[in-house]
Each structure stands twice: as C-alpha cells, then as structure tokens.
C-alpha cells in the first residue's frame, strides 16, 4: 500500500499566531487565546460573541465524556497541533505520511461579518501556517485561507499563499458581496486554476452571520425545542447547498479545470444527492430559474467535486455510484472527530471490501492528483 495522506487535518494557532503578524491596525484586537478556570483555555476573536474552547477542538482519541468534563490549558494541548517537529511523532504514531492541514479558530474567522478585519486576521494565518508548514514541507501541506472581500483581493491572496509554498485555499461559506455563482468570481477562479489550487469548503454550518443567536455549537439550524443535535446535521447540508449552488449556478459550466473540495460532510450521500439534482434539472428548469448546462448536474459533481471524510462505511458501499478517484480520507486530527491514533484500525475496517488498488485511491493517489503533488 502506498503512503497514506490525510486529505483533512487541523493545526491549533497558538497564542502569539495573529497578534505577532497581524496589520499593526488590529494588533490591539488580534485573535488570542484566553482562560477561565470554568472554560479552560478558548480562542478569543473580537466582534463574535462564541468562544470556541480548545478542549472541543483538541479531543483526538479520547472520550466524548473527557473531554465535556476537562477544561484543556493551552499547555495541555496537543503539542503537534502548533509545533511541527511534534507533529511528525503524531503523524508517525498514526502511520499518516502527510496531512493537508486547515486552520482551528480561522473557520470562524473566515466568517467575521467585518471583512476588513477578516482579511487581516486571514494574511497574518497564511504567514504563521507557512512558517509552520516549512519545517517539513514534504509531509505539512497547508491551505492558505481566502477573505473573499473583493474578486481584487482574492486573487492577490491567491497569488501570496503561492508564494508562501501552501497547497491550497479554503474560501470561507459566504463571500463578502455577492454569492459564489455570480461572474463576477470567474477571474478569482482561473487565478486559482492557474496556480493549481483547488477551492476547500470545510464544513459550514451556520447562517451567514456567526452572531445569530442559537444555542448550539455548530450554529444554525437546530430546530425543535429538544433537537439541538440536530444542527450538527448542518455539516452536511451546508456542503450541499454550496455545490449546489456551483452545480446549478453554471460555475464549473464556466470554469471546467475548477477543482472544488468538500471537506469532511461524508460522501454516502453522494449518489442519492447526484440523482435529486439531475431529476431537479430535468423537470422543473423549465419553470425554475438556472443556468443552462451542457452537462448533467451528476456529470460536474462527479468530475469537479472532491470529498473528504474520516470513517464513511457507506460511502464504500456505494462507490460504484459515485466517482471513487474523488474520495480523499483524512484523520482531522487533533479535532475531537478524530480517528487519530486510531486510523490504521478505521482504514482496516471500513476499507475491508476496497481492492489494494481503491485503497491506494483514496488513501493517496486522489489527493497526489487533486493538489499536483507530483508523487
């Protein structure tokens, strides 16, 4: 079997990653992390009311009741998370080669309602992820973060994560002015066509304003009085509607070298979600307003579209329905959904009934090919 890559990790930003790289504007008001003895230590981002405590985003192989019931000190943390050298006895522990690495307190940052401090907060990201990602750039493989204030920005943000040698861009859920499917965006795609990214949503749950109220931690749309659980569904369906979205708003019509990741929302839905979409094309384009395709729906789905999950038995049942070279497996470590140090037992199980050569798909060959690893 070839060397496994995870296709979705996380690091922690420490303590000085925003206030040591931030426009000197915002140094007063930078990202940081913080403590209360009832908390633990949590990241503090000015302008959203949500602090988001560490011990739910550093709970890799233990206990959901752990990690309820122990507030994490930062000097608790998973020292991989922030220190590459630890990272790689991480890697090591769990038989991973690589990891495509996304940020912690930057998914909710990408969904500041302020976009200039958004960017701001995002540049001073992709420096310290770089210099993270340096010390052992053939096994840290970061995805620099887009604002999405202007189409302009963008592309110059594009053009710097390039430079800085990260592998990709995650776009946050909602671009500062109009949705993804206006042309206006179609410059911003080809510029990252022409560096070779492809485009990560991570999981996106919910609405546009992180601010609304709600009670649950995955945000919007817990509905009913006793469903909070319910908006953790929302991993899902925030992926759905933004491909969609690219699908039936003419995006990849218009772009066809768009490489488009969906991470970690599963892929069992997958065929079902393809079916819906051609028969919604097929019947009511008529009278429900959508760009003209050339294609199916089903066929840009199945050939711009990638996938990310960490255990998916479903999804390897129904591979013969979907497109098996764009499933890419991740261990989203340190994050509590982890299956870090766990994975080889998760791949040997859920793998089971994959051919040497599916496993070597999924495991590394999809993510080598979507991100022009070479190898």
Known sequence: MKPIISADSHVLEPPDAYTERIDARYKEIAPRVSFTEQMGAYFEIHGINKPLPVRLVSGAGKSPMEIERHPLRW???????????????????????????????????????DVDYRKACLDAYNLWLAEYCSVHPDRLLGAGMVSMRTPGDSISEVRKI?????????????????????RMYDSFWAAC??????????????????????????????????????????????????????????????NPKLKLVCAEADAGWVPHFMYRMDYAYDHHRHHVKTEELSHPPSYYFRNNVYLTFQDDTIAFKTRHLMNIHRLLWANDFPHFDSTWPHSQEVIRTEMADLTAAEKDLVLHDNLVECYGLGS
Request: proline share 7%.
């Open 193 to 254: 066509v022409e560096n070779g990214f492809p485009v990560t949503f991570h999981h996106l749950p919910g609405s546009r304003n992180p601010n609304d109220s709600t009670d649950s931690i995955y945000g919007y749309a817990n509905r009913g009085v006793n469903s909070k659980l319910n908006s953790w569904m929302n991993l899902i369906r925030g992926n759905q509607d933004i491909l969609a979205m690219f699908i039936f708003g003419g995006v990849f019509e218009r």
């Open 162 to 182: 390039k430079e800085l040698g990260l592998k990709g861009v995650m776009l946050p859920g909602w671009p500062a002015t109009e949705d993804y499917d206006s």
């Open 75 to 113: 000097e608790e943390v998973y020292r991989g998370a922030y220190d590459p050298e630890a990272r790689i006895s991480d890697q090591d522990r769990d038989g991973i080669a690589a990891e495509i690495l996304y940020p912690t307190s930057g998914m909710i940052i990408c969904k500041h309602p």
